[in-house]
């Protein structure tokens, strides 16, 4: 019989009625969130769970000991629901049981007090869900959704890399022409990575308020490093105590978007000048390797972010006069209008025999009309414009007549290039036309050459080939990473010369580098359809099916994810109030899921390769974004109201000239932590050979990231956002920066496994870079440190990190 009970002498009453109320409360949510999700067809879990804690909430305060009872089935009912519906993944399990258990848990402490269980069986039970939790806790710190290799997978025999010769500098940013960052370098090995210490630290002294991001991969030549801040100023600095040579300031402004990914080198003493100028090129200085008293032998090449190319003498920072006027050309001749702030090169200039390519970002999603997307070769000796690509205009090779333009707003080359010399083809990542979201009045060119690869002749500037990623894209899936050329074993085991390009999209092509043709299986498949009034879609997109995808899995109401049960309902509710359909759910008037988000994927980190056993080595976020098209007369009222401007990457975008702008955030929960499961990113080795996935291991842990923003301290490997990209090694090792939390790690390029890290003084998300100094034969990792993108904490660091000197 279900009667009161009196309270146990000297037990307060006021703590059963307390622990009445946090059912109480526990329960109305649960109830209330758990009938809008039923509504919407989602799960009954948490209406019915929540019914159940009311009545538990309400006889623990009137102190029935059924209350304990009611409290058990929602503890049984919840741990059947979980494993039934994500099995045993650690981290979907976590907000699902933990609350719970700790509710039962103090459930069963308070059960003598209502006579619902003896005190030794209640507190015994009581003990052992404390020890799970417990071992729950402590599994938090251990990685989960790992993925190690397979005895036949790490036994694949190693394919000789595309360019075999050993080069001792790092002089472009992916260390060579062919873009996959392999240093073959094994004085740091798996052995020893361990002693690993600090050698030197350079303070670059820049401005790290406003919207400025390093980002800067520097680049090494013989025993001089060269680096450059967001705002274009030039160091260089002793390559074996970090002490500066000298620094140049280009004076460089821009309102927003402050990047410097690199910069370049040319040896001008060492290249025969041989392009010929474009006709009716601007004049420029006869070509000249040297002046008479032997400055600008060698050079730094380097644009900015108030669209200038310029060159300064690689030994004194001084401008090389010979090249283009007083050292500088103006990028945007030809051009048209370029107000500031809308066009430059954030990632390196790309130097290719005696030639500079540029290519440029630009700020996209504000209107349409913005400035050309053309990529131009000048000469790499006098600055003379040599060739254009005008998607837009492919008969225009030089520069525009007078009183023209290149064609506008056509997709853009932001990224970086790889080049094949032997082939002579240079390999272009492209974007997409602005704005992204709307493509209802896209030009052909715009068509055909969004969010591709595309092979230009070195020489003349001429395509002769291309591969679209995906088709008119409304989702801004433009190629953000460089290329990696890598030759790969063929049907009869012969080398085929490969291009591999990673994508937002987590799709990974490998295609044939002489004409484009995949050479790992591509399929057009149908995607969902119903584009807003005035727009259309393509019927289908490309999957790259014969290599691994990378965090590109549809998503369903159960991978909706929150710390606790309460953020993760609001996820599922919310979840199920958007439009989606998996990949490609188009933009619309109302609220639509995009997964893979816009942030990638993968992104201009771009990817590795570990050249000793032909593995693809890359780093991904997991990152999905809610977008909604808003009518014009709405954009222009809340633009307005909030008097003008527009963002480019989050918020509202105007895009100018079409019927919308387009809203674009973050699917976030309300303690601001992604709504879906994690790991939020990754590091992934894929065989090239067996294109099979070896290994993989979330990358970052929450210790300088948490919810609402707030520094947890736990160093819980849940695998966060990443950005920048891998550097691998002869010694095997795949040295990484680009997490949430402030450290440089070391990983075993075979496995995965963890065997260093080196706490840095803030975040970064450059990638590093790897040399041996040709003065004390010592093997240097530097990267350069300057916060990232997800935390407040800035820096403007560089850090080399070597073995301690021998004795």
């Given at each position: 019989m279900n009667v009161p009970v009196s309270p146990r002498a000297g037990s307060p009453r006021w703590l059963l009625v307390l622990f009445g109320i946090v059912l109480l409360l526990c329960g109305a949510a649960f109830a209330a969130g758990g009938a809008r999700l039923a509504s919407l067809g989602g799960s009954w879990y948490y209406l019915g769970a929540g019914v159940l804690l009311l009545l538990a909430g309400v006889q623990y305060a009137r102190r029935r000991p059924s209350a304990l009872a009611w409290l058990g089935l929602v503890f049984v009912a919840t741990v059947i629901w979980a494993l039934a519906e994500v099995g045993f993944d650690f981290w979907q399990l976590f907000p699902r049981v933990v609350v719970i258990a700790v509710l039962t848990m103090f459930g069963l402490l308070l059960a003598p007090r209502i006579g619902a269980l003896g005190a030794k069986p209640a507190y015994g039970a009581a003990g052992l869900l404390f020890v799970a939790l417990l071992g729950t806790l402590g599994l938090a710190f251990v990685p989960h959704g790992v993925t190690r290799p397979s005895a036949s997978i790490a036994a694949a025999a190693p394919t000789a890399p595309a360019d075999a010769q050993p080069v001792a500098d790092w002089q472009y940013y992916g260390r060579t022409p062919n873009g996959t960052r392999f240093a073959p370098f094994d004085q740091i090995n798996k052995t020893n990575v361990k002693q690993l210490e600090v050698a030197w630290t350079f303070r670059t002294g820049r401005d790290t308020k406003g919207s400025s991001e390093d980002q800067n991969t520097p680049i090494q030549i013989g025993d001089t490093v060269y680096a450059c801040t967001p705002h274009n100023v030039v160091f260089a600095l002793n390559a074996d105590t970090g002490e500066q040579r000298w620094k140049f300031d280009p004076q460089a402004k821009s309102p927003l978007w402050q990047r410097c990914r690199g910069v370049s080198y040319f040896d001008a003493a060492a290249t025969p000048a041989t392009a010929v100028p474009a006709a009716g090129a601007s004049a420029a200085p006869a070509a000249v390797a040297a002046s008479a008293d032997g400055s600008c032998a060698q050079r730094i090449v380097m644009t900015t972010i108030d669209s200038r190319l310029m060159q300064v003498d690689a030994k004194t920072g001084t401008p090389c006069a010979s090249f283009g006027h007083n050292g500088t050309v103006d990028l945007k001749a030809g051009m048209g209008q370029v107000d500031p702030g809308f066009y430059f090169q954030t990632s390196a200039p790309t130097v290719m025999r005696d030639l500079v390519i540029v290519g440029g970002w630009v700020w996209?999603?504000?209107?349409?009309?913005?400035?050309?997307?053309?990529?131009?070769?000048?000469?790499?000796?006098?600055?003379?414009?040599?060739?254009?690509?005008?998607?837009?205009?492919?008969?225009?090779?030089?520069?525009?007549?007078?009183?023209?333009?290149?064609?506008?707003?056509?997709?853009?080359?932001?990224?970086?290039?790889?080049?094949?010399?032997?082939?002579?083809?240079?390999?272009?990542?492209?974007?997409?036309?602005?704005p992204d979201f709307w493509g209802g009045t896209r030009s052909k060119a715009a068509e055909e050459y969004s969010a591709a690869v595309v092979a230009l002749d070195i020489r003349t500037g001429r395509e002769r080939w291309k591969f679209q990623t995906a088709h008119h894209d409304l989702w801004d899936y433009d190629v953000p990473s460089q290329p990696a050329l890598y030759d790969v074993r063929g049907k009869d085991g012969s080398p085929v010369p490969a291009l591999i390009q990673t994508t937002k999209r987590g799709q990974i092509f490998m295609l044939d580098r002489r004409d484009g043709t995949p050479i790992a299986e591509v399929q057009e498949k149908p995607v969902p359809q119903g584009a807003a009034e005035g727009d259309h879609?393509?019927?289908?997109?490309?999957?790259?099916?014969?290599?691994?995808?990378?965090?590109?899995?549809?998503?369903?109401?159960?991978?909706?994810?929150?710390?606790?049960?309460?953020?993760?309902?609001?996820?599922?509710?919310a979840f199920k109030q958007l439009r989606y359909e998996g990949e490609f759910t188009p933009p619309g008037l109302t609220k639509s899921l995009?997964?893979?988000?816009?942030?990638?994927?993968?992104?201009?980190?771009?990817?590795?390769?570990?050249?000793?056993?032909?593995?693809?080595?890359?780093?991904?976020?997991?990152?999905?974004?809610?977008?909604?098209?808003?009518?014009?007369?709405?954009?222009?009222?809340?633009?307005a109201a909030r008097k003008g401007g527009a963002d480019g990457h989050a918020g509202l975008a105007t895009q100018t000239g079409t019927p919308y702008g387009a809203d674009k955030n973050m699917f976030m929960s309300a303690l601001g932590v992604p709504c879906h499961m994690p790991p939020y990113g990754a590091m992934t080795a894929i065989d090239l050979n067996t294109r099979q996935i070896v290994w993989q291991v979330p990358m970052g842990t929450v210790?300088?990231?948490?919810?609402?923003?707030?520094?947890?301290?736990?160093?819980?490997?849940?695998?966060?956002?990443?950005?920048?990209?891998?550097?691998?090694?002869?010694?095997?090792?795949?040295?990484?920066?680009?997490?949430?939390?402030?450290?440089?790690?070391?990983?075993?390029?075979?496995?995965?496994?963890?065997?260093?890290?080196?706490?840095?003084?803030?975040?970064?998300?450059?990638?590093?870079?790897?040399?041996?100094?040709?003065?004390?034969?010592?093997?240097?990792?530097?990267?350069?440190?300057?916060?990232t993108r997800g935390s407040p904490d800035r820096g403007d660091y560089i850090v080399a990190y070597a073995l301690p000197k021998a004795n």
């Open positions: 996209d999603n504000v209107a349409l009309g913005e400035p050309s997307g053309v990529v131009r070769a000048f000469s790499a000796h006098t600055g003379a414009l040599v060739w254009a690509w005008d998607m837009g205009n492919p008969a225009l090779t030089g520069e525009p007549p007078a009183g023209e333009t290149y064609t506008r707003g056509t997709p853009n080359v932001w990224s970086t290039p790889a080049f094949d010399d032997k082939l002579g083809l240079v390999y272009l990542p492209t974007g997409n036309a602005t879609l393509s019927p289908t997109q490309p999957y790259s099916v014969g290599m691994p995808s990378i965090g590109a899995n549809k998503l369903t109401e159960a991978d909706m994810w929150g710390t606790t049960p309460f953020d993760q309902l609001l996820c599922r509710i995009q997964y893979p988000g816009f942030y990638g994927g993968m992104n201009w980190g771009s990817s590795s390769i570990d050249e000793r056993n032909g593995l693809l080595i890359v780093n991904d976020m997991r990152v999905p974004q809610v977008v909604q098209l808003i009518p014009r007369d709405e954009t222009e009222r809340r633009i210790k300088d990231t948490g919810p609402l923003g707030l520094r947890t301290g736990l160093s819980m490997p849940i695998g966060m956002p990443t950005l920048g990209g891998p550097t691998t090694t002869q010694g095997g090792l795949v040295f990484f920066a680009g997490t949430q939390d402030y450290f440089l790690r070391a990983l075993d390029a075979s496995n995965g496994d963890e065997l260093w890290k080196a706490r840095l003084p803030v975040g970064a998300q450059a990638t590093p870079l790897t040399y041996v100094s040709p003065a004390s034969k010592r093997q240097f990792v530097v990267v350069s440190v300057g916060g």
